[in-house]
């Protein structure tokens, strides 16, 4: 054998016990997995029901109705708290909608969503609620099984096994349905106003995917703009459907006078809705690929990004964006944070929730040095969302350690009114 022939045989010897070492390589490895959650569609259409108040255990988001405030149960299903005295909220009953993390409102009528469902529940009388409509399937899932029904989310755990080395670069890396799964079920997204000659519509907090304007539902889950005709409240009716961007990663709605600004993983969207059956495209703000919702006072926009499990990178800032020309939005500044989630913006000070870092309050008048400006820090509890009530000096903040209150007259020492905890 030549010396060029047993060197090219060498070389193909040592590639294929490389092969085979590669084949037959192990290693233990930690990691999060991912588990589908299925459900039957006997067991995902169940019609709500009311039960006796019951404790907040896993609280999500918020929605300020007149003196009532809805708080959602994560996949569980609606509180309904009585606020007509906000030092002493009282808890009047539990709505149990399987699978509900969103929630609006118009006149009696209470929009929620039973995993891929959307109801229109009747609760003129919170004691003998009606369910007035179903829109079956308004909701994607995430896959099928012929026996065990539609995937309706994902449920993590960690793991430790045994795999192949060449899985174990990621084997818990989510895919694009598993992010979607967990987008439409964290309730953990827009002080969603309505506006028009309807006074009957509530608001919502900054991480809302619902949204009443007049009469019509505005709804986004993780690709698509849903619209409804809800004219007549108790039978909401889909007139048209958008997607946004890129068609992934969709996760607030904020409506704003005649313009809807949809947050998304990679920026904010803007759309002109002064057509409101029939929104249009304006133009978008791009960011890095975190977490995003979005509230909007006058000519500026306050943006919080933060990482997470959802968010695959690590930039935790508010980001203030110029929209007065809502062609070309720009960015003014970035303030660092710890885990900033929902906000709320009156009167110049934003109360925004940082997450384990809890409820800060800033002076935003100097939209350059918002950071130099903290008014106000209680950092005892972890914050996810907040409602500023118009004209009240309330504040309503949510997360997981319940439901507070506080009078914002001085927003230097906000003062707490009450606090309705979590049971533990």
């Not at 084949?23 to 459900?39: A, S």
């Not at 039960?51 to 007149?66: M, S, V």
């Not at 106003?193 to 304007?213: D, K, L, N, P």
């Not at 809800?230 to 946004?244: A, C, E, G, H, M």
Request: some cysteine; hydrophobic content about 40%.
């Amino acid at each position: 054998m030549n010396k060029a022939n047993f060197l090219f045989s060498a070389l193909c010897l040592i590639f294929l016990l490389n092969s085979c070492v590669k084949d037959d390589c192990t290693r233990m490895m930690t990691y999060t997995k991912f588990d589908p959650v299925y459900k039957t569609y006997d067991e995902i259409r169940v019609d709500p029901v009311v039960e006796p108040a019951r404790d907040l255990i896993n609280p999500g988001k918020i929605y300020l109705f007149g003196s009532m405030i809805l708080v959602n149960e994560i996949d569980e299903g609606v509180h309904v708290i009585d606020n007509s005295n906000p030092a002493s909220p009282v808890k009047l009953a539990f709505i149990a909608i399987p699978g509900n993390v969103d929630i609006a409102m118009s006149g009696t009528i209470l929009y929620a969503d039973n995993y891929v469902d959307l109801l229109a529940i009747d609760i003129a009388d919170v004691q003998n609620i009606r369910l007035k409509k179903r829109v079956n399937d308004a909701f994607p899932n995430f896959g099928a099984h012929p026996d065990k029904g539609v995937i309706v989310k994902y449920d993590a755990r960690e793991v430790t096994e045994e795999v192949k080395c060449s899985e174990a670069g990621n084997p818990g890396r989510m895919t694009t349905d598993m992010l979607m799964a967990q987008n439409m079920n964290s309730g953990g997204v827009s002080a969603a106003s309505g506006g028009g000659s309807r006074e009957a519509i509530g608001i919502g907090g900054s991480m809302a995917r619902f949204a009443v304007i007049s009469q019509n539902l505005y709804v986004v889950d993780n690709t698509d703009l849903h619209v409804y005709d809800i004219n007549v409240t108790d039978n909401p009716t889909r007139v048209n459907q958008l997607q946004v961007g890129w068609g992934w990663g969709i996760e607030t709605i904020f409506p704003y006078q005649d313009k809807l600004f949809i947050g998304s993983n990679t920026g904010m969207f803007i759309y002109d809705n002064s057509d409101p059956q029939n929104p249009t495209y304006m133009s978008q703000f791009m960011h890095a690929d975190v977490c995003d919702p979005v509230f909007v006072d006058g000519n500026f926009a306050y943006v919080t990004l933060r990482s997470g499990t959802r968010c695959q990178d690590f930039q935790n800032q508010l980001d203030v964006v110029d929209i007065s020309d809502l062609m070309n939005p720009s960015l003014v500044s970035s303030t660092s944070l710890t885990n900033p989630q929902g906000l709320s913006v009156s009167n110049e000070k934003l109360y925004l929730c940082d997450g384990r870092d809890g409820l800060k309050v800033f002076d935003v008048a100097d939209k350059f040095n918002i950071g130099q400006n903290q008014l106000f820090h209680d950092g005892s509890f972890s914050a996810y969302d907040a409602i500023t009530i118009p004209n009240a000096n309330i504040l309503l903040v949510v997360g997981e350690d319940g439901f507070f209150q506080y009078n914002t007259t001085s927003p230097a020492s906000l003062q707490l009114l009450s606090h309705i905890p979590v049971q533990k």
